[in-house]
């Protein structure tokens, strides 16, 4: 099997613990004899009570396991580091996200070589510049944008681009005409914390910044410069929530003060055809009035933000001539983000003819358009039932509590998007959309 390098930020064992004072049971053996354990603390014992989700997903390392050797350790796994990365007792822990990306690669038979490589190190610590690919054909065609990780912790967008990238390089797709610029991580910032965010949700009040402040302002100054550009954006994301993929896609075409739009025939066909069956639409709309009611359907009031909060990459491409869609690909940690993205990526290219291939089939059976958003006033405020994105909900059903215990529910009936199990204090809480037949 060729080598492969995975480049991660991991929490070590302390001094003590690479002496050996911190010794854990063999592998497998859950009630081992004192014999073999010699006096190691129960703490360290691998039938101890767990907290938290560290051990959900464990790698283990065959470390001192077939000819074990007594006071050695053992049980020792590669596993989820504590959000303070904190320091373990011999294991080797990684962020969630970089052990979700580790596990998706391993095979039978591979060797796992762990090693220390510091030059590796400082480079993943570097926010650096922003690495682009691109490919332009002989002919003339569309200009096409792909990004990914404009949210640092969703992954599928990064590692889909890559491997299309590399059949790109190689002689699986070849690009006949026009261009594509494949961008695989806009947020490097927060792609290195593995967190939504570097300073600021990029996503949100999307524009160029005279005077930048934070990171996020000069990856917007980059980003909306390459988007004018371009034609078409396909940018990829993922969700927290469990659900099903979709794409987001604007308005139908209008002259309106919010979103206006001209290009939607050609929108909606592309979208139809990327390989979700479900297309949301009505983000903007959707956002803008509730930020202009000071408060949302439920009368709540809140703090009022900027009115262009709503304003993302999709928004912004079309705000300078072209359009562009969101992939939603999943929930984060679905092993099936990466494919839903990587043949997304294919069809884009096919769709717009940039190479030689069919073209895409649609794919959309179904249509949901965003009416409210609910913004969590309190970080207590809680989810009635582990909601996925696209749940139906009835007339009166209980879809969340406030902190106070009051109880948020349905006016109609509609779907749940976007549900937070762990909302934050004037963001979004909840989606709330009903049936379109826009597409069907």
């Not at 220390?116 to 002989?138: C, H, K, M, S, V």
């Amino acid at each position: 099997m060729d080598p492969s390098t995975f480049g991660f930020i991991v929490s070590v064992c302390s001094n003590d613990e690479r002496n050996g004072l911190g010794r854990k049971p063999r592998a497998g053996n859950v009630q081992p004899p004192n014999h073999y354990l010699g006096g190691a603390p129960a703490s360290e014992r691998i039938d101890r009570a767990r907290t938290g989700p560290f051990f959900d997903i464990v790698v283990p390392i065959g470390y001192n396991d077939a000819n074990v050797e007594p006071h050695r350790g053992s049980a020792i796994f590669i596993h989820v580091a504590r959000p303070e990365m904190t320091g373990t007792a011999g294991c080797v822990a990684v962020r969630e996200i970089d052990l979700h990306r580790l596990v998706s690669k391993l095979a039978p038979g591979m060797v796992i070589d762990i090693d220390y490589d510091e030059a590796l190190d400082e480079q993943l610590r570097q926010t650096g510049p922003i690495e682009i690919y691109q490919f332009r054909g002989l002919r003339p065609g569309p200009r096409l944008l792909v990004l990914g990780a404009v949210h640092g912790n969703e992954i599928c967008g990064p590692e889909a681009i890559r491997k299309i990238v590399s059949e790109c390089s190689g002689s699986k797709l070849k690009i006949e005409r026009g261009l594509v610029t494949f961008v695989p991580i806009v947020n490097m910032k927060a792609f290195l914390k593995g967190e939504r965010e570097g300073d600021r949700n990029l996503n949100r009040d999307l524009r160029e910044v005279t005077i930048p402040t934070q990171y996020e302002d000069l990856v917007a100054n980059q980003i909306c410069a390459m988007m004018r550009d371009h034609d078409v954006l396909l940018d990829i994301h993922s969700f927290k929530s469990e659900g099903c993929p979709f794409v987001f896609v604007g308005p139908q075409d209008n002259n309106d003060a919010i979103e206006p739009f001209a290009s939607a025939a050609k929108e909606e066909a592309f979208a139809s055809a990327l390989g979700p069956a479900l297309i949301l639409h009505g983000w903007l709309s959707t956002n803008v009035n509730g930020l202009l009611r000071g408060s949302n359907s439920l009368g709540e009031s809140r703090v009022k933000p900027l009115v262009s909060a709503g304003v993302g990459t999709a928004e912004y491409m079309r705000f300078v001539g072209g359009y562009g869609v969101t992939l939603e690909c999943g929930s984060h940690q679905d092993p099936k983000t990466h494919t839903i993205a990587s043949n997304a990526i294919r069809r884009a290219l096919a769709i717009l003819r940039l190479i030689d291939a069919p073209m895409p089939t649609r794919t959309v059976t179904q249509s949901i358009e965003l009416v409210d958003v609910i913004y969590a006033n309190d970080p207590n405020d809680r989810l009635a039932k582990p909601w996925k994105t696209g749940d139906p909900v009835h007339g009166d059903d209980i879809i969340a509590y406030r902190a106070s215990g009051e109880e948020i529910r349905a006016l109609n009936e509609g779907y749940v998007i976007f549900p937070d199990s762990t909302p934050q204090p004037g963001k979004e809480f909840f989606y709330l959309g009903r049936i379109s037949r826009r597409f069907c």
